[in-house]
């Protein structure tokens, strides 16, 4: 069993900073490819940004530019540093990882979720 825990949500007023992390534990072999997802509110769940295990990044358009996920592949950890916040950023940010457990079973895991929210 994988699981994945996110924190570095918040309050924060527009044009200002957070970094997510979230670091995934259990029995892991592999982990592929790791991400965040928003849901705003009355919204679906979106993708936020999407990371490989060899670095290649993948942005939704409304972040690029203001947005950069990385890991750090030794502590099995992604981050999401979000700069010039704005108000439409406002959701709940979750984490997504997927992978090979040591009983070589594929999982695909999801935090509980970190609320950030921007006021204006």
């Known amino acids: 069993q994988v699981q994945l825990l996110e924190s570095g949500g918040g309050l924060v007023q527009a044009g200002g900073s957070l970094r997510l992390s979230c670091a995934a534990s259990?029995?892991?072999?592999?982990?592929?490819?790791m991400g965040w997802y928003r849901r705003a509110p009355g919204k679906q769940r979106g993708l936020v940004a999407t990371?490989?295990?060899?670095?290649?990044?993948n942005y939704a358009d409304s972040v690029k530019g203001r947005f950069t996920i990385s890991r750090d592949n030794a502590k099995n950890t992604v981050y999401l540093q979000m700069n010039s916040l704005k108000p439409e950023d406002t959701g709940a940010y979750y984490c997504?990882?997927?992978?090979?457990?040591?009983?070589?079973?594929?999982?695909?895991?999801w935090g509980q979720g970190t609320q950030v929210t921007v006021s204006s």
């Open positions: 997504n990882a997927y992978g090979l457990t040591h009983t070589l079973v594929d999982f695909n895991s």
């Open positions: 259990g029995t892991i072999l592999k982990l592929n490819a």
């Open positions: 990371i490989t295990s060899g670095g290649s990044t």
